[in-house]
């Protein structure tokens, strides 16, 4: 009997080996997963941690108004303005009538136009952004405790009066182009001291922002506005606005124009001098433009200066098609003798019926006449040889008619 020889490969590795072989893999799996957790918990940790500052603000300021108005921001209320620890982001024109100041390691970025008329103070560990064009102005003093302020490209910021680093080191001023203007004395800090300019440079390189400083400085900022808007009740317009805070305030001037570009005169409204509240105001127009009507409010000072908002937009004849049905706004006289003048509005030009009817619901009388898109007027007179009494007028447009309304002859 031939004995079959067991086969072994001369490579194969033997079962201390493989154990061994195992353990090596096993102990690299585990380093690799010991890595991969350190890795993980540092971008978590200290990778969130440093870009946390950029994440989005707590508060947000997305209309022109006053620091304090709530209807500024997007989170309400407003911020404190006193040892603020959250980040605020400035992304319009703001005013703060008064001191401000940022508590440890609060963020106060400015991407539009922060006024300051006061003085501002920035805590430990806080932080202060210009970011593009943004402008700070601060009327007074500026003054920092450990905080750090980065100036953007095209930024600017100016001091009234004196730039504070009292913990120099622990303080850094960074500019990447942006300009500093300090009508004080800078000092704890060399780089802000050796970029520093002074009120001329200002009053030259900014004229804008240098007009803003010295109104602000003066007590003569112009008006906070909150909103200005325009609504369209039927063939009028209601115009609303609201203001934050009003220095020197005279009066209001409402424009109005057909294209955008050449306004006229159409109301003055008295405003209300010196406030620190918010004020309403209101004006209709009664004879609106037939299409769109572009409307502008000027705000006026006692002293002449005036400031001109932006313009905003309404259109009649796309209101008014919306609902297409025919108005009757006004009869007069009313009781009437012989003939009456009838107001009322349609939404497209065209042709439309006038009838008067009895109380029966029988037409008794009619005209025809030729209408405009928006408000008309046309005087009735095919109601003299009616007798005395109750009558229903109403109108027919496009098939439509309008809600009746009552009159009487005498």
């Known amino acids: 009997m031939t004995m079959k020889r067991k086969r072994t490969l001369k490579n194969q590795p033997s079962i201390k080996l493989k154990r061994k072989q195992t353990l090596v893999y096993a102990a690299a799996g585990i380093a690799i997963a010991a890595i991969v957790g350190v890795g993980i918990f540092f971008y978590l940790n200290l990778g969130a941690s440093t870009d946390s500052k950029a994440a989005a603000a707590d508060f947000t300021a997305t209309a022109d108004g006053s620091w304090i108005d709530d209807n500024v921001w997007i989170s309400t209320p407003a911020p404190a303005t006193s040892g603020i620890r959250s980040s605020v982001e400035i992304s319009e024109f703001v005013v703060r009538s008064g001191d401000l100041s940022f508590g440890n390691d609060g963020v106060l970025t400015v991407s539009d136009s922060l006024v300051i008329i006061g003085s501002l103070t920035m805590g430990n560990e806080a932080e202060l952004v210009i970011s593009g ?28 009066g004196d730039l504070n680093f009292p913990n120099g080191k622990k303080d850094t001023y960074n500019s990447t182009g942006g300009d500093l203007y300090v009508m004080g004395t800078t000092s704890g800090n060399n780089d802000a001291d050796n970029v520093d300019k002074n009120e001329t440079a200002f009053q030259n390189e900014h004229p804008k922002a240098y007009q803003i400083f010295t109104d602000a400085s003066n007590g003569t900022l112009p008006v906070s506005l909150t909103f200005f808007r325009a609504k369209v009740q039927g063939a009028e317009v209601l115009l609303e606005w609201e203001t934050a805070e009003e220095i020197n305030n005279d009066f209001f001037t409402i424009e109005r124009s057909g294209d955008g570009r050449k306004f006229e005169k159409i109301a003055t409204i008295p405003g209300s001098g010196n406030s ?17 009507s572009y409307y502008r409010l000027r705000q006026t000072d006692f002293d002449g200066q005036f400031e001109v908002f932006k313009a905003v937009a309404v259109s009649l004849e796309a209101s008014l098609e919306t609902s297409q049905a025919p108005s ?17 509005t349609v939404a497209t030009s065209g042709t439309a019926l006038i ?6 619901g029988r037409v008794v009388a009619s005209e025809e006449v030729s209408v405009y898109a928006g408000r008309n007027q046309h005087k009735f007179y095919q109601a003299e040889q009616l007798q005395s ?14 809600s009746a309304a009552r009159i009487m002859k005498q």
Not at 355 to 360: A, G, P, S, V
Not at 389 to 402: M, Q
Request: proline share 9%; glycine share 8%.
């Open 389 to 402: 009494g109750i009558y229903l007028l109403r109108l027919v447009f496009n098939g439509k008619p309008s």
């Open 328 to 344: 009757i706004s006004k009869v007069a006289p009313n009781p009437f003798q012989s003939s009456f003048r009838v107001d009322f």
């Open 276 to 292: 620190q509240r918010p004020i309403s105001y209101s004006f209709t127009d009664p004879f609106p433009l037939p299409e769109i």
């Open 133 to 160: 064009d943004g402008v700070l102005i601060v009327t007074e003093n500026f003054n920092t405790t450990g905080s750090k302020i980065t100036v953007g490209n095209s930024g600017v910021v100016a001091v009234g």
């Open 355 to 360: 009838q008067l009817m009895n109380t029966r």
